[in-house]
């Protein structure tokens, strides 16, 4: 089945480091990637990691993936004010489905001065 | 420099009409795609379009048609337009359907208001 989940809500401190959790059900995922949405905007990709790899890092941002456990993570190191968004974590398919994406239901992140 | 674009941003309309939701893309991408965000945030895929050709049909009433003129434009025309139609519409595109290529890059959304 297409399932993939995230917690509701994050509250962290200004400085402070975030992870935001997701956990999908599908193990023939391909790539997973992580969107960012501001309020009244549209979705910013911020990063994306291929099932195969365990980790990538790019500059603040860190991506776990346990492919065992089906389980993805998002670390913001330093979190900001302007890092306060929804969060998505979402899983693509292969080229045979058509490469859509099956989204999260987002994790909303609050900064804390 | 804008790379995906939706027009309009904003649309508020009646039940019962038909309207269009237009989307531009000048990335160069040979895949476009238009997801459902409902009020809860929740964003589910409606239809993919690859070279002008259909190939993502999810479960979507028959009175939402898209089209695509070009690979560069995929259009959303709605008829007979229902409360639950509500949502902000987002229009994607990739490179292609798999791979790395297959990275899909957003809109900013229409958000439509059915009366």
């Known amino acids: ?113 | 420099d804008t790379a995906v674009s939706q027009t309009p941003k904003y649309l508020v309309t009646q039940m019962g009409n038909d309207k269009s939701i237009k989307c531009e893309q000048n990335l160069g991408h040979d895949t476009m795609y238009w997801y459902k965000q409902d009020s809860k945030k929740f964003l589910k895929i409606m239809f993919s379009y690859n070279n002008k050709e259909l190939i993502i049909n999810e479960t979507v009433p028959n009175r939402f048609s898209p089209k695509s003129p070009d690979k560069a434009h995929l259009n959303l025309h709605i008829n007979s337009l229902e409360l639950g139609d509500s949502a902000v519409y987002f229009c994607a595109s990739s490179l292609r359907t798999s791979g790395g290529g297959g990275t899909q890059y957003f809109g900013p959304g229409t958000r439509l208001t059915v009366l």
């Open chain 1, 1 to 113: 089945g297409e399932d993939v989940e995230q917690s509701l809500f994050l509250s962290v401190r200004e400085g402070d480091s975030s992870v935001i959790n997701c956990t999908y059900t599908d193990s023939s995922s391909t790539y997973l990637y992580w969107y960012k949405q501001e309020p009244g905007a549209g979705l910013q990709l911020l990063t994306y990691i291929f099932s195969n790899m365990d980790m990538k890092q790019d500059q603040r941002l860190t991506v776990l993936l346990n492919k065992k456990d089906k389980h993805l993570s998002l670390r913001i190191a330093d979190t900001q004010t302007g890092d306060s968004a929804i969060y998505f974590c979402a899983e693509s398919k292969t080229k045979a489905a058509g490469n859509k994406l099956t989204f999260g239901g987002g994790t909303r992140v609050l900064v804390k001065p």
